[in-house]
């Protein structure tokens, strides 16, 4: 599983963040979120499927 963040959608409400913390940085400039790293590790799925689920904007994208 990977993931990214549309930085164009992405308005920095942080609940990627709050979701899955190890995850996903925020910028110290304007709370915008980026992936720490693409490759989802097996044992945060959960955690990154509530980080896109949670987010308003719907920046969080996973792909198989």
């Not at 308005?11 to 190890?22: F, K, Y």
């Not at 979120?33 to 590790?41: D, G, L, S």
Request: glycine share 4%; with cysteine.
């Amino acid at each position: 599983m990977k993931v990214r963040v549309d930085e164009t959608k992405c308005q920095g409400h942080t609940l990627c963040a709050m979701a899955a913390p190890e995850m996903f940085e925020l910028s110290d400039f304007d709370g915008h979120a980026q992936a720490v790293t693409e490759q989802v590790p097996s044992e945060m799925e959960g955690a990154v499927r509530a980080a896109a689920s949670s987010c308003p904007e719907q920046a969080v994208i996973i792909t198989d």
